[in-house]
């Protein structure tokens, strides 16, 4: 049964105060005395026994390799083991002990972003930013953003990019990483959207998924987040995200569902309301869907400074980060507050049981309790201090991996008159300030990237690292141009188009690089308050294009953007003979742009969201207005269709749809085949059974991610030849079509996957898929149903360019 439903409760935006002793006198919203809550504990760690081969045994330590991404890993076993040793050391605690497992000494108060103090002989943890790096911590790697891991669309880029950034994160000492962040692209201008995975449900969870198990198995506990509907920076703690449960639990919620079958460590809850209630105190959201439904056994932890009581204990919170109410005040919404919630019976105690159990067990899970565990060795916050920074070099050599994503992340959006590779070009000149280094103080200049006067390689806010280096395109062209002796120039100034137009004079290929840039509303850029005010390229560069495309009829365009750029003004200018959309590309982004440039890498890059002709062509945008403490409401209208769905449905023409790349070879689809999987467990065969027969599954806990749902139910195979004089890699992809009663639109991705070709090459690709893929969320059953009717796929190089159709055999 779902835990009692109290959020309906909690209302938003109430007032605290803090009494002199630090206890909170806290009003609850009209006539709701402070009671007696009941607690209902979930879940208790799946007893289902592990099946060689079908359901392995897994450890996060130890993971399913990713070739083989169709296992479903159970890490029921692993969590078990994990919550005896948690509940035996939380056993050993007081009431106090176990209230200060769960909150944080303070904004500053260590030397993370985020700290537990040490309980007993358990050392208290270290959070830390970002998802692409260690933040604000020397002899790092700054990674490519997470836009660009799920640009490659290759399982084994995302995952080889979780493995190395867990490495310089238990390197540091750090315990918890505060990523992956895997909000949806709803709204192409919102901010942080290049910290995700893009604008589509199954390529953000494959990005979730990939990057946990890759984190976690070298040691460190990953953060899923922002629990849920942060969907952009605008008034993110001073909104209400209204969202139906359809949609809630086919878009929004689904990368959290797949970070949870990862065996994922914790969630961090946004700082937006969900329907109303906060989402770090919603029972709905977090009890219900994430810890009843998902059968989550990790923690809770708030985002900073997203926590408004204590109360929240109750809704399925865990943990308050930093700590204090605001930050250092000196009071915690946990803390004394939570022992005297217990002390007068309002909280009862086995709920504290529960919150300290679960951030135990979450560190025993990734075996951090080991005494070679690294200790912090680095501090935020003062990073000058040298008694308390070490310097450890962990980038290994993490860099050979950044220029292989950053090489796999470029999309190859036009390519005219071969254009492109480049074959020794004898002029070149490169033109516009995002070629080239940051021009005054090097790539840290600004504070948490805050700011950009040369390349850009990653945005703004909490969501980045330093560069120990930088490689900008100047530098790695102009490296690669000496050795074909290419005669290289270059013009920087953005807003002088008769001395660029001038520059492009004569030369072979000019390439024109634009960029657009944005980040977390706590920092204000041009004008841009985290979201982009616009979705034009910055510093004048559709003019730069068009002054240098007029001189000069070989104009290449190079895009830095954190997300979609209109690239109407110019993309059909007979002279732009090429379009490369490079991303955020992180510390080697020249050197992996010149692999494109020259072929050394022929591009695979695929669009993880439509770019549209025109701004107003997307579902939905950027909510404005709101003053002061007003709630400003969010209502997600659009249901389901975002993006490429809302674009199919609504005839819209992209100017370039989700999934589209182009390559320097061509490739066929041939023999399309679709069959099921057999050999169920028994275990399996009647919930299979009830769920061919279109009814609803039981709602035990852990439904949701229960190992029949997600096991493989059908194959499809198909061959892809290399038809081309070149190698190459293709992205093929799987679209699914329900049948048109289900409300579902027209295409939705189901699988991908990614094969290396030499010319003429053939090769038989197998892509699986899950019950869960064919299912709908019936909210009436509140289950995974299947509904009636003829399912169809598609099976194609994007979202629009299908080769193959088949009927799956239900
Ligand atoms: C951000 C989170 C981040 C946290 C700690 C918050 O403001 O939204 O993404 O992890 O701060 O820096």
């Not at 943990?319 to 605001?326: H, L, N």
């Not at 200790?375 to 860099?399: C, I, M, R, S, Y």
């Not at 188009?497 to 290929?509: E, I, P, R, T, W």
């Not at 439509?610 to 997307?618: E, H, L, R, W």
Request: hydrophobic share 40%; glycine share 10%.
């Amino acid at each position: 049964m779902r835990p009692s439903i109290l959020f309906v409760l909690l209302g938003a935006g109430r007032t605290l105060s803090a009494s002199a002793t630090g206890v909170l006198t806290q009003p609850l919203p009209s006539g709701i005395p402070i009671t007696s809550y009941p607690f209902v504990p979930s879940p208790s760690p799946s007893s289902e026994p592990p099946i060689p081969g079908v359901y392995p045994l897994t450890s996060p330590k130890n993971p399913p390799s990713v070739e083989n991404s169709a296992l479903v890993p159970n890490i029921a076993p692993a969590w078990g083991v994990a919550y005896k040793k948690a509940k035996a050391k939380v056993a050993t605690f007081t009431l106090e002990q176990k209230v200060n497992i769960t909150t944080g000494v303070g904004w500053q108060g260590g030397r993370c972003v985020g700290n537990t103090p040490p309980v007993g002989d358990f050392p208290g943890l270290c959070l830390e930013d970002s998802p692409l790096g260690v933040i604000r911590a020397d002899f790092v790697t700054a990674f490519p953003a997470a836009i660009n891991a799920a640009t490659t669309w290759k399982r084994s880029l995302l995952r080889a990019r979780g493995v190395a950034m867990g490495q310089e994160h238990v390197g540091k000492g750090v315990n918890i990483v505060l990523g992956p962040m895997m909000n949806l692209g709803r709204i192409a201008q919102a901010g942080r959207n290049w910290e995700g995975f893009g604008a589509d449900p199954f390529l953000a969870s494959t990005g979730a998924y990939e990057t946990i198990l890759g984190l976690q198995s070298a040691g460190v506990q990953a953060c899923a987040k922002h629990y849920i509907n942060n969907e952009q920076e605008n008034r993110r703690s001073q909104s209400s995200s209204n969202v139906d449960d359809r949609t809630q639990h086919e878009i929004y919620a689904a990368p959290f569902l797949r970070s949870v079958m990862a065996g994922l460590a914790s969630v961090m809850c946004s700082k937006n309301l969900v329907n109303g209630t906060h989402a770090c105190e919603n029972n709905s959201t977090l009890n219900g869907i994430l810890k009843h439904e998902f059968g989550f056994q990790g923690f809770v932890m708030s985002e900073w400074s997203g926590q408004y009581s204590t109360i929240s204990a109750i809704t399925g919170l865990d943990m308050t980060m930093p700590g204090d109410i605001t930050f250092n005040s000196g009071t915690s919404y946990f803390g004394a507050n939570l022992t005297a919630y217990v002390q007068n019976n309002t909280i009862p105690e086995a709920r504290v049981d529960d919150m300290a159990t679960r951030i135990l067990a979450a560190w025993y899970l990734l075996g951090q309790d080991s005494p070679n565990y690294p200790k912090t060795n680095f501090n935020v916050f003062q990073p000058l201090d040298e008694a308390t920074n070490e310097h450890v070099d962990v980038q290994d050599n993490h860099g050979v991996l950044v220029r292989e994503i950053g090489a796999a992340s470029a999309v190859l959006l036009k390519n005219v008159n071969g254009a492109l590779p480049f074959k020794k070009p004898r002029r070149l000149v490169i033109i516009g300030s995002d070629a080239a280094p940051a021009l005054i103080a090097g790539p840290n200049e600004f504070s948490d990237q805050g700011g950009v006067d040369g390349t850009l390689a990653m945005g703004w806010g909490s969501g980045t690292a330093w560069f120990t280096y930088l490689i900008s395109p100047y530098e790695a062209l102009q490296a690669r141009a000496r050795k074909d002796h290419t005669s290289f120039s270059w013009y920087f100034d953005d807003f002088n188009l008769v001395g660029a137009a001038n520059a492009a004079v004569q030369k072979d290929v000019a390439i024109v690089f634009v960029q657009s840039d944005s980040g977390e509303e706590y920092i204000t850029v041009d004008g841009n308050v985290g979201d982009r005010n616009n979705l034009t390229a910055w510093h004048n560069g559709d003019a730069l294009v068009k002054a240098v495309a007029a001189q000069n009829k070989n104009t290449i365009v190079v895009v830095n953007s954190v997300g979609p750029v209109i690239v109407d003004p110019w993309i059909d200018h007979p002279n732009v003979t090429a379009v490369v959309w490079a991303g955020l590309a992180g510390t080697e982004a020249g050197n992996a742009l010149v692999d494109i440039l020259y072929g050394d890498v022929n591009p695979s890059g695929r669009l993880p969201y439509t770019i549209a002709k025109s701004p107003s062509d997307y579902s939905a945008q950027l909510a404005t207005g709101g003053t002061g403490d007003q709630i400003l409401n969010i209502t997600y209208t659009e249901g389901l269709f975002i993006d490429y769905r809302h674009f199919d449905a609504a005839n819209i023409a992209p100017r370039f749809e989700f999934g589209f790349g182009l390559s320097y070879t061509t490739f066929k689809y041939t023999d399309l085949s679709i069959s099921a999987v057999g050999g169920s467990p028994d275990q399996d065969k009647s919930f299979e059974a009830n769920w061919a027969a279109g009814k609803p599954s039981p709602q035990v806990v852990g439904a949701s991610t229960a190992l029949w749902l997600h096991r493989p139910a059908f194959e499809v195979s198909f061959t892809v030849q290399n038809a081309g004089k070149v190698a190459g890699t293709e992205i093929p992809q799987l679209y699914l079509h329900f049948p048109p009663h289900t409300g579902e639109p027209p295409s939705v991705l189901r699988g991908f996957t990614d094969v290396e070709l030499q010319p003429g090459q053939a090769q038989r690709v197998t892509i699986t898929l899950s019950r869960y893929d064919l299912s709908i969320w019936d909210v009436v059953s509140q289950s995974w149903i299947r509904s009636s009717g003829s399912f169809s796929l598609s099976v194609g190089a994007s979202s629009r360019d299908f080769r193959l159709k088949g009927t799956i055999p239900l």
